[in-house]
């Protein structure tokens, strides 16, 4: 049977028909939504771990128990995970571990492009890389096979067009689990202790031979020899690309991008006198080419940055604007990222954008408020770095009497990454204010289950985490909760948190607004009564999606205004999507906002 899916929900589909049925991971864009299909599959095991880390250790611990484990996590995910993945490349698995790592040119949902070839490289795993969905399907598979084979993690590298776009895929019916799951105690193996660990060491270059050699007959690294003109060697969606505009071309297309098949590449650059590799972000493939000795133009034509699509290829190869077919221009009003209508944090980083203060930021919907006009956040580096960043920051401004900074972090993201550095506050005796968003979920990626929400991945009622009682034991005594939908009591709190001694925790609680689990109240939508509205323009300073400005010549014709000759216009609310959560209202002195009627 033939489907159209994405790139993810065929690796999850893929996953499955080979028998997997363990899977683990962290919710990250373009990565989210293979564990979230995986998870629906009968039979299987599925859970969102609180990071990378703890995701790849948990895959680690049910490989070498016999299982055969998914762990899936964006690009920069691997960079959390980055402790475990090194060793687990000495020890091997028991089972087999595929990790799958999605990276994402162009930056679409990510705080920077980072090409995890070179994972594969520098810890010495196999990488397999997909370049549509049918593949995705099958090269899970293969993955796990490899991974059984030689006794090896294995990653497959997708990238946001693969992961996201969507193609035909034959589905077929899955194979049994088997349950070869086996405690078999190899301290030899597994604990590595430097004297183990220099043996194993040995192990991992044989290892990485023996896929030197196989990667010289791995059926998807195959020749495609049309012309003995132009060769072209690539990987992933640019091999889609470049076929698209230069079919006539010669192709060396990759399917197992790390250990390069060396004799393989030299066979095909003697059929072809101009070579090029087209591959995104670094040039990994290129550098080992050259290495080789072998005549390559790669980078000195293609862009180092963003994802390519066959328009970057035609004009880097032709040096002219490219001619292949347009789709028609479209004129859409410009919509620069914002918070969601009614949204929980939009009250707090307004009382934050006015008290003056050093916001450190964090990785979440929040950070969308360092725009304009809130400007209530300014830095965001990685998840959990905004505790750490406040806590240096009050240590080095406390000096010069310069007061406090405040450090804001997500529910889910200071589950992430944000325990031990507020452990580390606690312990230094830091003097910063450090606020917890919490709207109850991990909404930025959609909406997952985390340890304090009281849920799994997979439905189930679990222990839902006090952060309140988590912050006070890792030795926060002031820790306050509000609630941002109030203004006054949140401005009345964190001026008291500032002027405040010591460290503290604010906990900002209130569901999101497009999270119904916790919704228990129905609030009516709201409007501006013209007759009272004086121009003034706070709740535009807002940034709330319904709330615009309206000028008195585009109102209704012998619509009467009293402030008409005062002021140019008003505010207007777009009931349809206004949530009714008040903050406009709380921040109007003349009350001209009113529930509609």
């Known amino acids: ?19 997997i049925r363990f899977g683990v991971g962290y919710p990250g864009t373009p990565s989210t939504e293979i564990l979230e299909e995986f998870s629906k599959y009968d039979g299987v095991y599925a859970e969102w771990a609180p990071n990378e880390k703890v995701a790849l250790e948990v895959g680690i611990g049910a490989a070498v128990a016999g299982a055969r484990a998914l762990v899936t996590m964006k690009h920069v995910g691997v960079n959390v995970a980055a402790d475990p993945l090194f060793t687990v490349s000495y020890t091997g698995t028991n089972g087999a571990l595929v990790i799958i790592t999605a990276d994402d040119p162009s930056l679409h949902s990510s705080q920077n492009e980072q090409d995890n070839r070179n994972y594969a490289k520098f810890a010495k795993i196999p990488m397999l890389e997909p370049a549509d969905s049918q593949e995705a399907k099958e090269f899970i598979k293969i ?5 059984e084979k030689f006794d090896t993690p294995v990653f497959l590298r997708t990238t946001t067009r693969v992961s996201h776009s969507k193609s035909v895929v034959i589905i077929e019916d899955p194979l049994p ?9 190899t301290p030899s193996k597994y604990v590595m202790v430097p004297a183990m660990a220099r043996i194993r060491r040995l192990e991992v270059e044989k290892r990485m031979q023996a896929l030197r050699e196989y990667a010289e007959t791995f059926g998807e690294n195959r020749m495609e020899i049309n012309s003995s003109e132009v060769g072209v060697i690539t990987a992933g969606m ?41 591959e995104e972000l670094d040039p990994f493939i290129e ?34 604007p490219p001619t292949t077919v347009k789709l028609p221009e479209v004129a859409i009003p410009p919509r620069p990222p914002n918070l969601c209508p009614g949204c929980p944090h939009r009250g707090l980083f307004h009382v934050l954008g006015k008290l003056k203060v050093f916001v450190a930021g964090d990785i979440g919907c929040y950070t969308l408020s360092f725009m304009k006009p809130l400007e209530g956040m300014h830095s965001c580096i990685c998840m959990g770095a905004s505790i750490g960043m406040a806590h240096g920051m009050s240590k080095a401004l406390k000096e010069k009497g310069k007061g406090k900074v405040v450090g804001v972090i997500g529910d889910g993201t200071f589950l992430h990454s944000g325990i031990t550095p507020l452990l580390n506050m606690a312990y230094n005796q830091g003097e910063a204010v450090i606020v917890i968003c919490d709207n109850r979920t991990t909404a930025m990626t959609g909406m997952q289950e985390h340890p304090a929400t009281g849920y799994t991945l997979q439905g189930v009622k679990a222990k839902e985490l006090d952060i309140s009682a988590l912050a006070k034991v890792l030795g926060i005594d002031n820790v306050r909760v509000i609630d941002p939908y ?25 569901s999101c607004v497009l999270f119904k689990r916790h919704q228990t109240e129905t609030r009516k939508p709201l409007r501006i009564d013209v007759n009272k509205c004086v121009g003034c323009r706070n709740c535009i300073g807002l940034g709330c999606p319904p709330i615009a400005w309206r000028k008195f010549a585009d109102m ?37 906002i009113v529930e509609v009627e």
């Not at 993955?143 to 991974?147: D, E, G, P, Q």
């Not at 689990?177 to 105690?185: F, G, Q, S, V």
């Not at 009467?560 to 005062?566: F, G, L, R």
């Open 1 to 19: 049977m033939k489907v159209l899916m994405s790139g993810n929900e065929a690796i999850a589909r893929g996953a499955y028909e080979w028998g």
């Open 143 to 147: 993955a796990f096979a490899l991974s």
């Open 177 to 185: 689990a088997e349950d070869k799951t086996e405690i078999r105690i």
């Open 238 to 278: 640019p091999y889609n690309y470049t076929k698209d505009v230069f079919p006539e071309f010669s192709y060396l297309k990759l399917g197992l991008v790390h250990p390069l098949p060396e004799r393989l590449i030299r066979e095909f650059a003697a059929k072809v006198k101009i070579l090029y590799v087209i």
């Open 287 to 320: 550098e080992q080419i050259r290495a080789m000795g072998i005549k390559v133009t790669g980078k000195d034509v293609f862009p180092f940055t963003n994802e390519f699509d066959p328009g970057v290829i035609e004009t880097a190869l032709k040096g002219k």
């Open 486 to 510: 109030d203004i006054k009591n949140t401005r009345d709190v964190m001026r008291e948190e500032l002027a405040s001694p010591g460290s503290s925790v604010v906990i900002s609680r209130r």
């Open 556 to 592: 209704p014709a012998g619509q009467v205004i009293k402030n008409a000759k005062k002021q140019e216009g008003n505010s207007f609310i777009d009931a349809d999507l206004c949530t009714g959560c008040t903050i406009c209202q709380q921040v109007c002195k003349v009350g001209a």
